[in-house]
Nanobody
């Protein structure tokens, strides 16, 4: 049974940093692609960052230059380092995984097979 478990969320002041982790278990994740998404109250889930099996990385414009996605294959863990946080970054953050079968970044939430339960990030002004 595949499980993705996010951690690292919390409350932080604007300008602060958080590091989210997503630990995966239950199968081999080679070759898998990973995404971080977020969902604010009353809004749709939106793409934040992508890392493919080959190492390709892409970000949403809203987080580019502030967030960094990375992974440790040996630990089946993906990270999202979030710096210079803004109140508009407040949301539940989800990690997602799918087999990396396409060239290019995978940004659609409906294209991912596995999801974590989410971790809350709140940024105060």
């Amino acid at each position: 049974q595949v499980q993705l478990v996010e951690s690292g969320g919390g409350l932080v002041q604007a300008g602060g940093s958080l590091r989210l982790s997503c630990a995966a278990s239950g199968r081999s994740f080679s070759p898998y692609a990973w995404g971080w998404f977020r969902q604010a109250p009353g809004k749709e889930r939106e793409f934040g960052a992508f890392i493919g099996w080959s190492g390709r990385i892409e970000y949403a414009d809203s987080v580019k230059g502030r967030f960094t996605i990375s992974r440790e294959n040996a630990k089946n863990t993906v990270y999202l380092q979030m710096n210079s946080l803004k109140p508009e970054d407040t949301a539940v953050y989800f990690c997602a995984a799918r087999r990396n079968t396409v060239v290019g970044a995978i940004k659609g939430a409906d294209l991912y097979n596995y999801w974590g339960q989410g971790t809350q990030v709140a940024v105060s002004s």
